[in-house]
Nanobody
Framework: QVQLAESGGGLVQPGGSLRLSCTAS????????MVWYRQAPGKQRELVAG???????YYADSVKGRFAISRDDAKNTGFLQMNGLKPEDTAVYYC??????????????????WGQGTQVTVSS
């Protein structure tokens, strides 16, 4: 059974940094699409960043230049480095991953496996 375990959320002041982790167990992903979403209270879930094993990356305009997605394949773990955090980044962040994707449209679908979510709160 594939499981994704997230960690790294917390409370940070504006301008601060956090690094979220998403570790997969039960399966070694060699081909993958990994996506980070977030959902703030009362708002729709938003796609934040994505990465494929083929090297494609995606960032929402709201996080470009501040967030960086990466993955350590040897550890089967993905990361979302978040710098320059703003109060509007406050949300529950979820990782979503799958072992197959369409290279022409990797961000147009949700994948099979989800993390449990981790709360990120940006406040002074």
């Amino acid at each position: 059974q594939v499981q994704l375990a997230e960690s790294g959320g917390g409370l940070v002041q504006p301008g601060g940094s956090l690094r979220l982790s998403c570790t997969a167990s039960g399966y070694i992903f060699t081909i993958y699409a990994m996506v980070w979403y977030r959902q703030a209270p009362g708002k729709q879930r938003e796609l934040v960043a994505g990465l494929t094993s083929g090297g494609s990356e995606y960032y929402a305009d709201s996080v470009k230049g501040r967030f960086a997605i990466s993955r350590d394949d040897a550890k089967n773990t993905g990361f979302l480095q978040m710098n320059g955090l703003k109060p509007e980044d406050t949300a529950v962040y979820y990782c979503n991953q799958g072992g197959d994707y369409d290279p022409s449209a990797p961000w147009d679908r949700e994948y099979d496996y989800w993390g449990q979510g981790t709360q990120v709160t940006v406040s002074s």
